[in-house]
């Protein structure tokens, strides 16, 4: 198994471009995530979803939205980038049950100039 | 709401000796509280989890960590530090509606040969 999968890896946007990451998990869960990094604030939330088909707001969630046609499939979208999303996003999933813990994706770095 | 504090930014601990990595939570209710490890330019890997049952909860990597109620606390522990064991570490809490995660902001472990 994959796990948690995130392409691209890195990128470098001008502001007001757009652009969409994707996560990618082949462990069959229920639960995917959209978190960004950035330094001294730990990670922040900034949209999930419960299922295929539907998504939610999370902490942060201004300027990002977010589909999930398949259960597979989680993606992240910037429609017009601005500097203060320079960040690293990490996409995460989790399956049903009393487990809890999320798997993570390895990231990807983004930088908007 | 829930939440996790991390005091210390920055622990460092001789190779060999035993090392703590503090936390404390508020929450409402129960509290399913998590211990993740982030490497340079990697995701987060999930140590330990405790849910419920013995208050001293054993992990990954000789990692433990030991819950207390009456001081809300949820420290990390490691008998003997291993220079590989240098990392970003986060404590999360589970959001008791959701299957979200609240993280610290993170504390850098070094251990010094």
């Known amino acids: 198994n994959a796990g948690v999968t995130q392409t691209p890896k890195f990128r470098v946007l001008k502001t007001g471009q757009s652009m969409t990451l994707l996560c990618a998990q082949d462990?069959?869960?229920?639960?995917m995530y959209w978190y960004r990094q950035d330094p001294g604030m730990g990670l922040r939330l900034i949209h999930y979803s419960v299922g295929e088909g539907t998504t939610a707001k999370g902490e942060v969630p201004d300027g990002y939205n977010v589909s999930r046609l398949k259960k597979q499939n989680f993606l992240l979208g910037l429609e017009s980038a601005a500097p203060s999303q320079t960040s690293v996003y990490f996409c995460a999933s989790t399956g049903q049950g009393r487990s809890y813990e999320q798997y993570f994706g390895p990231g990807t770095r983004l930088t908007v100039t | 709401a829930q939440s996790v504090a991390q005091p210390e930014d920055q622990v460092n601990v001789a190779e060999g000796n035993p090392l703590t990595v503090k936390c404390t939570y508020s929450v409402s209710g129960n509290p399913y509280l998590f211990w993740y490890v982030q490497y340079p330019n990697r995701g987060l890997q999930f140590l330990l989890k405790?849910?419920?049952?013995?208050?001293l909860v054993k992990g990954s990597y000789g990692f433990e960590a030991e819950f207390n109620k009456s001081q809300t606390s949820f420290h990390l522990k490691k008998p003997s530090a291993l220079v590989s064991d240098s990392a970003l570490y986060f404590c999360a809490v589970r959001d008791t509606g959701a299957n979200n995660l609240f993280f610290g902001t993170g504390t850098r472990l070094t251990v010094i040969p």
């Open positions: 462990m069959n869960h229920e639960y």
């Open positions: 405790y849910i419920t049952g013995d208050n």
